[in-house]
T-cell receptor, first 111, second 115 residues
Framework: SQTIHQWPATLVQPVGSPLSLECTVEGTSNPNLYWYRQAAGRGLQLLFYSVGIGQISSEVPQNLSASRPQDRQFILSSKKLLLSDSGFYLC??????????FGQGTRLTVV | AQSVTQPDIHITVSEGASLELRCNYSYGATPYLFWYVQSPGQGLQLLLKYFSGDTLVQGIKGFEAEFKRSQSSFNLRKPSVHWSDAAEYFCAVGLPYSSASKIIFGSGTRLSIRP
């Protein structure tokens, strides 16, 4: 069966520090991968999606970037964090026209 | 542009009472429709989904939802809520024919249960 792993679960980082959040999927090949951010009271905002290795699409301009170095690995990064980057980050995967399956999320607090 | 609206930010109902959470969407074609539930600090769990066919969809935990094309709505219902239903509920639409079959979420409805 398919599983999705996301880490770390929580992270506290100072303003201006770099960021790397990792997501891996097991049990499927060539999934569509997504990064969402959930800010307090604002629902889930789609940040990036990828349909294949090295293929990244950005939904909103921001201080973050994403990469997909391997088929089932999706990384969210920043060179210098801002206070506004705080939030709950969720990775998800889909296989064609199905529902999305989510990781357990990373709570990022920028201080 | 595509959008999903959940007009109720927070709802409180008594345990044992019925529940209806509202969801409206805007999309040029018939989308795929989902309801997810999120417990605090957790990921999202799928409650139910609609792709085609019968417009009344049954899900897990006793939930159901009805797709009404004329109203662009997909409201979630439960006849009798339990204290364990307290959580955040998200309506979402999948966009067929879009790049990567994106899923767009509403802003969520927080459900509290009164003992």
């Amino acid at each position: 069966s398919q599983t999705i792993h996301q880490w770390p679960a929580t992270l506290v980082q100072p303003v201006g520090s770099p960021l790397s959040l990792e997501c891996t999927v097991e049990g499927t090949s060539n999934p569509n991968l997504y990064w969402y951010r959930q800010a307090a009271g604002r629902g889930l905002q789609l940040l990036f999606y990828s349909v294949g290795i090295g293929q990244i699409s950005s939904e909103v301009p921001q201080n973050l970037s994403a990469s997909r170095p391997q088929d089932r690995q999706f990384i969210l990064s920043s060179k210098k964090l801002l206070l506004s980057d705080s939030g709950f980050y969720l990775c998800a995967w889909k296989d064609g026209e199905t529902e999305a399956f989510f990781g357990q999320g990373t709570r990022l607090t920028v201080v | 542009a595509q959008s999903v609206t959940q007009p109720d930010i927070h709802i409180t109902v008594s345990e044992g009472a019925s529940l209806e959470l509202r969801c409206n969407y805007s999309y040029g074609a018939t989308p795929y429709l989902f309801w997810y539930v999120q417990s605090p600090g957790q990921g999202l769990q799928l409650l139910l989904k609609y792709f085609s066919g019968d417009t009344l969809v049954q899900g897990i935990k006793g939930f159901e939802a009805e797709f009404k094309r004329s109203q662009s709505s997909f409201n979630l219902r439960k006849p009798s809520v339990h204290w364990s239903d307290a959580a955040e509920y998200f309506c979402a639409v999948g966009l067929p024919y879009s790049s990567a079959s994106k899923i767009i979420f509403g802003s969520g409805t927080r459900l509290s249960i009164r003992p």
